[in-house]
């Protein structure tokens, strides 16, 4: 998936790259023609001046020197005619050497007063003198050809090279542009991977218990009341497992979000302190608090209060034994508010915090399967701080244990 994208990254820059030199070369091409063009003209009408007696045909050539000397490197003839329309004298540059029947044909052809003769490749200009003696010069137009196909094969070359730049850059361009959609299409892999194993294995003991009970249907219910619990209960952690998944869908396409508005975080926290206290009890966990009256924030309460129980939960469940846990909100130092949750327990190693906020992530597999955790909470907390325009960090240190920091706007 990845390679094909980036193929049509690059075949796309490719194609874009290529149609603008082409219309570059294209817009180069014909203003040079036209020059060409002007440049042939312009001795056509020096040499319509030029005699043996008259002057120079460069005091006829506009321009600077290089210009005029470019004019007068146009291969022409002039032919004055007699009275009769026919050839009676012709005068070379000193750079052309005509027959006498090219002369009469072109004379036959050049018919108007300027223009182009194909048959013969010339372009000419017609001139009749006060004293009404009529003059044809003649500019053979191969040195426009050959001048026009020699500026082709520089600008082919050129573009050849300039393809072959810009192909190197775009694939080194399409590596970075699509790191992000690869870490996205490898998340997405890993993240549907990870889905299907974790509803494959309480599916897995549905189906193992409803094989039982249909294997002794004589038996009461009560009789295999043990295998309904177990069905019971698997049921239960698929349907929270699909309330977890649709949830960070529904974040992810930005719907189903409630308006805003102005909530007491320090009066959410203690609400949400409350059910955990005889949790930390059971487990032998001290659960300390230190909340800052008045700090409220703009957003959703029922999302925070869920950030604050999944934060908690995961406090409590690796403060270790005789561990602890505390709770800290303050407002923070341009408003809003700073939600610090730190507990004691194992460092989480470092190569593991980068990790913790991915979807179905574990640091510690064993101890997250036994407490019955997906992997989902960490990266349901981090949505709903994007989703309210806040942050959320954590840190982990064997002497100070692991907090998790949590800021969000007024």
């Not at 982990?396 to 800021?407: A, H, K, L, N, Y």
Request: glycine share 8%; net charge negative.
């Amino acid at each position: 998936m990845i390679r094909k994208l980036r193929r049509k990254f690059v075949l796309t820059n490719m194609l874009l790259v290529a149609l603008v030199l082409l219309m570059v070369f294209a817009a180069l091409v014909a203003s040079n023609y036209q020059r060409l063009a002007n440049q042939s003209r312009t001795a056509l009408r020096a040499a319509l001046l030029w005699s043996d007696e008259g002057p120079d045909r460069f005091e006829f050539a506009a321009g600077p020197p290089e210009e005029a000397s470019r004019v007068f490197m146009v291969p022409v003839f002039t032919v004055t005619l007699d009275e009769n329309g026919e050839a009676a004298e012709v005068m070379g540059g000193g750079n052309v050497s005509v027959s006498s029947e090219t002369v009469e044909l072109a004379v036959a052809l050049a018919q108007g007063e300027e223009g182009v003769i194909p048959e013969l490749d010339l372009r000419y200009l017609r001139e009749t003198g006060p004293d009404g003696e009529t003059r044809i010069a003649f500019a053979d137009r191969g040195w426009e050809r050959s001048t026009l196909w020699s500026m082709v094969g520089s600008f082919l070359l050129v573009g050849a090279l300039a393809l072959g730049a810009f192909f190197l850059i775009s694939l080194l361009l399409s590596g970075l542009a699509l790191q992000p959609a690869e870490r996205a299409w490898e998340q997405q892999r890993r993240f549907v991977a990870d889905a299907s194993h974790e509803l494959k294995t309480p599916l897995t003991v549905i189906l193992t218990n409803t094989g039982i009970l249909l294997r002794h249907p004589e038996q009461t219910v009560a009789q295999q009341r043990k295998w309904v619990e177990y069905i019971r209960e698997e049921a239960q952690r698929m349907r929270e497992l699909v309330e977890d998944l649709l949830f960070l869908a529904r974040h992810d396409a930005g719907r189903d979000q409630a308006p805003a508005q102005t909530v007491d975080l320090a009066e959410l926290l203690w609400s949400a302190l409350l059910p955990f206290e005889p949790v930390a009890f059971e487990q032998g966990v001290t659960l300390e608090s230190g909340i800052q009256s008045g700090v409220t924030v703009r957003g959703r309460s029922e999302e925070l209060r869920r950030l604050a129980a999944i934060l908690l939960d995961n406090a409590v469940k690796y403060a270790g034994p005789q561990g602890q846990v505390r709770v800290a909100l303050a407002r923070g130092e341009k408003g809003g508010a700073c939600l610090t949750v730190r507990n004691t327990g194992p460092a989480i190693p470092p190569e593991h915090l980068e990790h913790l906020f991915e979807r179905f992530y574990r640091a510690d597999n064993s101890r997250a399967r036994s407490s019955g955790g997906y992997g989902l909470g960490l990266a349901i907390a981090k949505s709903i701080v994007d989703s309210h325009r806040g942050t959320i960090t954590v840190q982990s240190r064997e002497e100070e244990g692991t907090c998790f920091t949590v800021r969000l706007p007024g």
